[in-house]
């Protein structure tokens, strides 16, 4: 049965308790919108015998602005109570301003409506400088983008669904269905959410980007003794016993280096030393079985608690839960 006519055929039986647009923008992905439209739709299924569940709509700009192009419940005006900006397919620095599609979301924001945005959609969102100072959180990879573009937002990048009151940003690409299910917990309540999920064969909401997200270290600053120092980090990560010597092969003072290797790179010396030495241990858990020890002392930490505290710091999981969920060897 085509999903129009399956909401058509409930209409008269559910109780709507919200009234959700979801925003098509130019290079947005449709398989977000069509994913949340369905999820919404099976959530109702798992309510009980009153049935409750949502009324969705799909919101497009055309010449007159942005109008509705798709109703589950037509014949009623609407009074949205949560506008959804999805992922976008394009990638940040080629994704056209949104002025029509940005002022759409301010109205409906000034008009009682809860914002949402799923990865690249925040910087759809963004543009209503709605989430100047307020944390938001998007796809880790896009972060500096967001935050060289819109300063004013505080990233919390680390987060996958980041619920503000009336603003609820998540962060992958595929953290639609984190958002959509974390929407209906809020609303249908936590029993139902489970039940959604166990169908679909999803986890419930996932609460940190920080297990998928990579260290993409920068070499076109432009800082030729920089770039240099961060080659010999790389060369020699795993038998450094320290920093302090970088700065007199560099020819600086360590005032002078550290401001300089901090803004060429975004890291302090000592953080980035850390962030290649994780590295290199996440592939050696991911592609091997060699003990998590023995990783330690390879990538050139000698006290294995330690290291372990400082991995699940930077990847959000211990070394053993993350061969488990990463591992790929034998």
Excluded: N
Excluded at 213 to 219: D, E, G, I, L, Y
């Amino acid at each position: 049965m085509p999903i129009i006519e399956a909401y058509r055929t409930m209409a008269q039986k559910t109780d709507l308790v919200a009234d959700i647009g979801l925003l098509i923008y130019p290079g947005c992905a449709l398989a977000a919108i069509h994913g949340l439209t369905d999820l919404f739709r099976i959530a109702e299924d798992w309510t009980g015998e009153d049935k409750r569940g949502f009324r969705v709509s799909h919101w497009q700009a055309d010449d007159e602005g942005v109008i509705c192009v798709w109703d589950s419940h037509p014949g009623t005006d609407h009074r949205l109570t949560h506008v959804i900006a999805p992922p976008s397919i394009v990638m940040p620095e080629r994704m056209a301003p949104a002025p029509v599609e940005a002022a759409f979301l301010r109205d409906r924001h000034t008009a009682g409506a809860t914002l949402c945005s799923v990865c690249a959609g925040a910087f759809v969102l963004a543009e209503t400088g709605l989430i100047d100072g307020r944390r938001a959180t998007t796809h880790w990879a896009f972060a500096s983008q967001l935050a060289q573009r819109f300063p004013k937002v505080h990233l919390a990048d680390e987060h996958m669904v980041l619920e503000d009151g009336d603003i609820v940003t998540a962060g992958g690409i595929l953290a639609w269905a984190d958002l959509g299910l974390t929407l209906v917990g809020r609303l249908l309540g936590p029993s139902t959410m489970l039940a959604t999920a166990r169908f679909l064969l999803i986890e419930p909401p996932r609460h940190s980007q920080r297990p998928f997200a990579q260290f993409v270290p920068r070499f076109d600053h432009g800082d030729d003794a920089i770039r240099a120092s961060q080659h010999r980090i790389h060369a020699h990560a795993a038998t450094l016993r320290g920093v302090a010597d970088l700065a007199d092969q560099a020819g600086m003072t360590p005032r002078t280096y550290l401001r300089r290797f901090s803004a060429a790179t975004g890291f302090t010396p000592v953080e980035y030393l850390q962030q290649v030495r994780i590295a290199k241990a996440r592939e050696a858990l991911e592609r091997s079985l060699t003990p998590v020890d023995r990783i330690a002392w390879d990538v050139g930490y000698s006290d294995p608690a330690a290291f372990r505290k400082l991995f699940q710091k930077l990847t959000g999981l211990p070394p053993a839960a993350y061969r488990q969920q990463f591992g790929i060897a034998g």
